[in-house]
Antibody, heavy 116, light 108 residues
Framework: EVRLAQSGAEVRKPGESLKISCEASGYNFGTYWIGWVRQLPGKGLEWMGTIYPDDSDARYSPAFEGQVTLSADKSTNTASLVWATLRPSDTAMYFC?????????WGPGTVVTVSS | DVQLTQSPTSLSASVGDTVTITCRASQSVSTYLHWYLQKPGEAPQLLIYSASTLQSGVPSRFSGRGSGTAFTLTISGLRPEDFGTYYCQQSFNTLLFTFGPGTRLDIK
């Protein structure tokens, strides 16, 4: 059974850094693109970017280029989303997803709250 | 970037009704268009991929049509569990996906 398990909710102050994770199981982690989707409170879905775990080739949506960093570790079947400097506008739910024909599996989401 | 619009923005319907949601792309996406349902407090789930293919486990009352720039999702015989927000999403622009703004379906 394919499963994407995400790390727990986080609360940070503006300017702090953060790494959230997504552990995949039930399939060959290296051979499917993993993507990240942001959902601001009460809003729609935004595509952030994607990474191919086999070679760590990462592609970013223009709106998120330079704002976040994607990484993947095949030894632990884990993808990560990293912020070097958080802003209050980063407060949102973040989903990791598996990309196939469409997005066929979604993690449950990680809530990130950035507030002073 | 490919932009997606959806109509209507929201609608109210009754159990048993048939509803259709439209998604339009700013340029052709061929059939690289997919549909999702998000229920409150949950992650979205894939309903239809490649414009018209039913995802495994999704009831046959869901159907999708279209190609190029115009697409529809039809739900025939609404059930209580079908209410939520529907999103279309394109994958024609390889790995730079975009989502539509969503269509909220409420119980009348």
């Amino acid at each position: 059974e394919v499963r994407l398990a995400q790390s727990g909710a986080e609360v940070r102050k503006p300017g702090e850094s953060l790494k959230i994770s997504c552990e995949a199981s039930g399939y060959n982690f290296g051979t499917y693109w993993i993507g990240w989707v942001r959902q601001l409170p009460g809003k729609g879905l935004e595509w952030m970017g994607t990474i191919y775990p086999d070679d760590s080739d990462a592609r970013y949506s223009p709106a998120f280029e330079g704002q976040v960093t994607l990484s993947a570790d095949k030894s632990t079947n884990t993808a990560s989303l990293v912020w070097a400097t958080l802003r209050p506008s980063d407060t949102a739910m973040y989903f990791c997803v598996r990309v196939d024909y469409g997005i066929d599996f979604w993690g449950p989401g990680t809530v990130v709250t950035v507030s002073s | 970037d490919v932009q997606l619009t959806q109509s209507p923005t929201s609608l109210s319907a009754s159990v048993g009704d048939t509803v259709t949601i439209t998604c339009r792309a700013s340029q052709s996406v061929s059939t690289y268009l997919h549909w999702y349902l998000q229920k409150p407090g949950e992650a979205p789930q894939l309903l239809i991929y490649s414009a018209s293919t039913l995802q495994s486990g999704v009831p046959s009352r869901f159907s999708g049509r279209g190609s190029g720039t115009a697409f529809t999702l039809t739900i025939s015989g609404l059930r209580p569990e079908d209410f939520g927000t529907y999103y279309c999403q394109q994958s024609f622009n390889t790995l730079l996906f975009t989502f539509g703004p969503g269509t909220r379906l409420d119980i009348k």
